[in-house]
């Protein structure tokens, strides 16, 4: 280990070493940092829009393909082939409520500074210092408080965890009506140091939402010092690196280096399916997409949507050089060119497949990619606002995506969804012009009053339909099947949730 490394020796020659050498592997930190700044501005490689034959559309499915895919993936799900990996970790909540006037970059600095060296004197000086300052506690505790605990104004009060948590019920009890036996559904729920304790304490609190503690697993993903511009790491206090998450693509390194890809083989699983915490509609262990992924025989699989205008700020999937691997490209990465590039025969996008963090993998794959992840040492910069020793000073963040692994898969398929249906995200306070709380609670409303229509039933409401509508319940209904009982014929009012 060569700690005299031009990037490393101003921190080794601040820090006390014998605390540096127990915290901080330097080769592997050195070796990341480098590929990371090397990589900054090197050329998209070429690529190609997705062949067609890689992508099921939603025009081109037949209903008997959609039942045939449904059956196949609840036949899995029976026989214990699946599990559900959640990514809930990042270094801070977001929070829904907007009432109280925002947080500076100060503040937030010095609120993630307290929350994390509370122990010390110096963070309980500088705690009680900070409490004098007009509401700023207060306003501490909305900045840390979760959308994915506290809810986002469902009629039912539910929060994403539960909803997600009930998604799971159901389709455990209708891959039991399909075959016999009791299915589990193991839930692996990835949080980070900076919201583990919260996460487990709100699902202990909760009774884990009606499924069985031994079937919820959580884990932390890891931490990665982060650098300036030049190299340098940036020091929370005169002897701790400030460090952050290592991204949603630590969850390759995590499940390795837990044992957790050991312990699903044990379960028997062969698939397994990987989502994001901040969408509402989300299908967790859809049946329709297992049973697509398995009739494909891929290693990865993901679904996607279109892009709703040239413009808009999501990655998409390309095919790196003609017959290459898929892959995604960040928005930023895409010239304007590329952007906007239409397609003659249809009208639309050519690089229109957007990339929503919904993806399906074999354990087989997920065992031999984690090794190539960690020898490539690929990290992608992100610059941030680091609180420091110095106050919040600019910085980068090192961190891996979920969607790295594409390019080392020797097939991967696509499976177009609607936004609608599916893709509600809640990435921004209330107040914002997209992907809020309230736009994503209203999505999810318009959906099930569509469900309860097409089932028999009648809404009333006080307000304007498009400003409203009925919750129903996932304990009731998966994806709008099986409401007819309960529907037809029965007029309902909006707002409200329909439940057994």
């Given at each position: 280990?060569?700690?005299?490394?031009?990037?490393?020796?101003?921190?080794?020659?601040?820090?006390?070493?014998?605390?540096?050498?127990?915290?901080?592997?330097?080769?592997?930190?050195?070796?990341?940092?480098?590929?990371?700044?090397?990589?900054?501005?090197?050329?998209?490689?070429?690529?190609?829009p997705v062949p067609e034959s890689s992508v099921s559309t939603v025009e081109d499915r037949t209903p008997e393909d959609k039942q045939r895919w449904w059956k196949r993936?609840?036949?899995?799900?029976?026989?214990?082939?699946?599990?559900?990996?959640?990514?809930?970790?990042?270094?801070?909540?977001?929070?829904?409520?907007?009432?109280?006037?925002?947080?500076?970059?100060?503040?937030?600095?010095?609120?993630?500074?307290?929350?994390?060296?509370?122990?010390?004197?110096?963070?309980?000086?500088?705690?009680?210092?900070?409490?004098?300052?007009?509401?700023?506690?207060?306003?501490?505790?909305?900045?840390?408080?979760?959308?994915?605990?506290?809810?986002?104004?469902?009629?039912?009060?539910?929060?994403?965890?539960?909803?997600?948590?009930?998604?799971?019920?159901?389709?455990?009890?209708?891959?039991?009506?399909?075959?016999?036996?009791?299915?589990?559904?193991?839930?692996?729920?990835?949080?980070?140091?900076?919201?583990?304790?919260?996460?487990?304490?709100?699902?202990?609190?909760?009774?884990?939402?009606?499924?069985?503690?031994?079937?919820?697993?959580?884990?932390?993903?890891?931490?990665?010092?982060?650098?300036?511009?030049?190299?340098?790491?940036?020091?929370?206090?005169?002897?701790?690196?400030?460090?952050?998450?290592?991204?949603?693509?630590?969850?390759?390194?995590?499940?390795?280096?837990?044992?957790?890809?050991?312990?699903?083989?044990?379960?028997?699983?062969?698939?397994?399916?990987?989502?994001?915490?901040?969408?509402?509609?989300?299908?967790?262990?859809?049946?329709?997409?297992?049973g697509y992924f398995i009739d494909k025989g891929v290693s990865a699989a993901a679904k996607v949507v279109r892009k709703a205008y040239p413009q808009e700020k999501v990655?998409?999937?390309?095919?790196?050089?003609?017959?290459?691997?898929?892959?995604?490209?960040?928005?930023?990465?895409?010239?304007?060119?590329?952007?906007?590039?239409?397609?003659?025969?249809?009208?639309?996008?050519?690089?229109?497949?957007?990339?929503?963090?919904?993806?399906?993998?074999?354990?087989?794959?997920?065992?031999?990619?984690?090794?190539?992840?960690?020898?490539?040492?690929?990290?992608?910069?992100?610059?941030?606002?680091?609180?420091?020793?110095?106050?919040?000073?600019?910085?980068?963040?090192?961190?891996?995506?979920?969607?790295?692994?594409?390019?080392?898969?020797?097939?991967?398929?696509?499976?177009?969804?609607?936004?609608?249906?599916?893709?509600?995200?809640?990435?921004?306070?209330?107040?914002?012009?997209?992907?809020?709380?309230?736009?994503?609670?209203?999505?999810?409303?318009?959906?099930?009053?569509?469900?309860?229509?097409?089932?028999?039933?009648?809404?009333?409401?006080?307000?304007?339909?498009?400003?409203t509508g009925v919750e129903v319940s996932p304990l009731s209904s998966y994806a709008g099947e099986n409401l007819e009982a309960i529907c037809r014929g029965r007029t309902?009012?909006?707002?409200?949730?329909?439940?057994?």
């Amino acid at each position: 280990m060569d700690v005299h490394s031009p990037l490393l020796l101003p921190l080794y020659i601040e820090l006390n070493c014998d605390l540096m050498h127990k915290s901080l592997d330097l080769a592997r930190i050195d070796r990341i940092v480098r590929c990371s700044l090397r990589s900054q501005g090197v050329p998209l490689p070429a690529v190609e829009p997705v062949p067609e034959s890689s992508v099921s559309t939603v025009e081109d499915r037949t209903p008997e393909d959609k039942q045939r895919w449904w059956k196949r993936g609840l036949k899995a799900i029976s026989e214990g082939k699946l599990a559900v990996v959640l990514l809930a970790g990042g270094q801070e909540m977001k929070s829904h409520i907007s009432s109280f006037s925002p947080i500076s970059d100060r503040e937030q600095g010095l609120a993630v500074l307290i929350l994390r060296d509370a122990s010390s004197i110096f963070g309980v000086i500088s705690y009680v210092l900070v409490c004098f300052q007009s509401s700023l506690i207060l306003r501490f505790m909305v900045f840390f408080s979760s959308d994915f605990c506290s809810g986002i104004g469902l009629p039912s009060g539910k929060s994403l965890f539960q909803l997600q948590a009930e998604r799971i019920l159901c389709i455990q009890k209708l891959a039991a009506q399909s075959a016999d036996g009791t299915p589990q559904i193991h839930w692996y729920i990835m949080t980070s140091p900076f919201t583990d304790e919260a996460t487990r304490k709100f699902f202990e609190s909760h009774r884990y939402f009606g499924l069985e503690p031994d079937q919820v697993t959580f884990f932390q993903q890891g931490t990665i010092p982060c650098v300036s511009a030049d190299g340098r790491f940036i020091m929370e206090t005169p002897y701790k690196v400030a460090r952050a998450p290592d991204g949603n693509g630590g969850v390759y390194a995590a499940l390795k280096s837990q044992r957790l890809l050991d312990d699903m083989a044990g379960r028997g699983v062969k698939y397994v399916d990987c989502y994001g915490v901040d969408n509402v509609l989300v299908r967790v262990a859809d049946p329709t997409f297992l049973g697509y992924f398995i009739d494909k025989g891929v290693s990865a699989a993901a679904k996607v949507v279109r892009k709703a205008y040239p413009q808009e700020k999501v990655g998409v999937f390309v095919q790196r050089g003609r017959g290459g691997p898929l892959s995604v490209v960040e928005y930023s990465e895409m010239d304007a060119a590329m952007t906007t590039e239409i397609n003659q025969g249809t009208g639309r996008l050519r690089y229109c497949w957007s990339n929503v963090c919904l993806h399906m993998f074999t354990l087989d794959f997920l065992n031999q990619v984690t090794n190539s992840l960690e020898k490539d040492s690929i990290y992608h910069l992100a610059e941030k606002k680091i609180p420091s020793i110095h106050g919040y000073t600019a910085g980068l963040k090192l961190e891996q995506f979920i969607f790295d692994v594409f390019t080392y898969s020797p097939s991967t398929a696509l499976f177009e969804i609607l936004r609608e249906e599916e893709f509600a995200p809640v990435k921004n306070a209330n107040g914002a012009t997209y992907d809020t709380p309230d736009s994503a609670r209203l999505m999810l409303l318009r959906l099930h009053s569509r469900w309860v229509v097409a089932a028999g039933g009648f809404l009333t409401h006080s307000v304007p339909l498009y400003m409203t509508g009925v919750e129903v319940s996932p304990l009731s209904s998966y994806a709008g099947e099986n409401l007819e009982a309960i529907c037809r014929g029965r007029t309902f009012h909006a707002p409200s949730e329909i439940s057994f």
